[in-house]
Nanobody, 116 residues
Framework: QVQLVESGGGLAQPGGSLTLSCAASGFTFSSNAMSWGRQVTGKRFEWVSGIYSDGSETYYADSVKGRFTISRDNAKNTLYLQMNNLKPEDTGMYYC?????????WGRGTQVAVSS
């Protein structure tokens, strides 16, 4: 079955950086688009970023455009999200998903907190 295990969350200062990873198994990773999403307390779940199976196309929500970078290593079955210039409003639970958009299969998430 599909397994997605996120890691790399933690506490960062405003303006700081974190890199999230998502280890995927149970499906052909290199044939599937992948996504990152987040749940911020009190807000709707947000599709943050997506990447095509071959990395040829990416999507970023306006809220993270220019600060976050999605990438993947198909040889390692791993998805990444490089987050730079973090803001307090980026605080939340971050999830990776098999699929493009909010209707994919989501992992259990990793917590990100941005605070001074």
């Amino acid at each position: 079955q599909v397994q997605l295990v996120e890691s790399g969350g933690g506490l960062a200062q405003p303006g700081g950086s974190l890199t999230l990873s998502c280890a995927a198994s149970g499906f052909t990773f290199s044939s599937n688009a992948m996504s990152w999403g987040r749940q911020v307390t009190g807000k709707r779940f947000e599709w943050v970023s997506g990447i095509y199976s071959d990395g040829s196309e990416t999507y970023y929500a306006d809220s993270v455009k220019g600060r976050f970078t999605i990438s993947r290593d198909n040889a390692k079955n791993t998805l990444y999200l490089q987050m730079n210039n973090l803001k307090p409003e980026d605080t939340g639970m971050y999830y990776c998903a098999k699929g493009w958009g909010v209707n994919g299969i989501w992992g259990r998430g990793t917590q990100v907190a941005v605070s001074s």
